[in-house]
């Protein structure tokens, strides 16, 4: 945007004014450029390596949590279920928000018989992230 353009136009005709004003204004739309260019090193969704490695470590998570071995979308996917759980209220009602947020396109399915299915999940990392209780059966893709 052109802030300079807010002027009034008593002020337009003041050079070092609008000198200065200008060299402010593009001090400031600098630093929003620096600070959109960091944002996306600060993403779980796109930390990579040891990026992601040091995101984890910043919420007193490790790989080592998974396994030392894990692939980074298997860490990734451990750490978003970590967070979503985190977050989590607590109660069955909002079970199927916090399952959609920690693995993307799950799906729960009450069997009538006091057991759950849930398919779409990763039973390894699942079954580090939270406790698979009795009666609960996931199903991989």
Do not use: C
Not at 2 to 17: E, I, Q, T, V
Not at 58 to 82: H, I, N, P, T
Not at 129 to 134: E, L, N
Request: no cysteine.
């Amino acid at each position: 945007m052109d802030w300079l353009s807010l002027f009034p136009g008593a002020s337009r005709d003041k050079p070092r004014l609008m000198a200065l004003a200008g060299a402010v204004f593009r001090q400031a739309e600098d630093l929003v450029s620096v600070i959109e260019a960091l944002q996306p090193a600060f993403s779980f969704a796109a930390a990579e390596g040891i990026q992601l490695d040091s995101l984890a470590r910043s919420v007193g998570l490790d790989r080592g949590d998974v396994g030392a071995d894990a692939q980074d979308e298997a860490f990734r996917q451990y750490l978003l279920a970590k967070l979503a759980l985190w977050s989590w209220d607590g109660t069955n009602k909002t079970v199927p928000a916090v399952l959609h947020t920690a693995f993307p396109g799950v799906m729960q399915t009450d069997n009538g018989d006091g057991t759950v299915s849930i398919t779409g999940i990763n039973g390894e990392v699942a079954g580090k992230v939270i406790p698979i209780p009795a009666g609960t059966k996931t199903i991989k893709n």
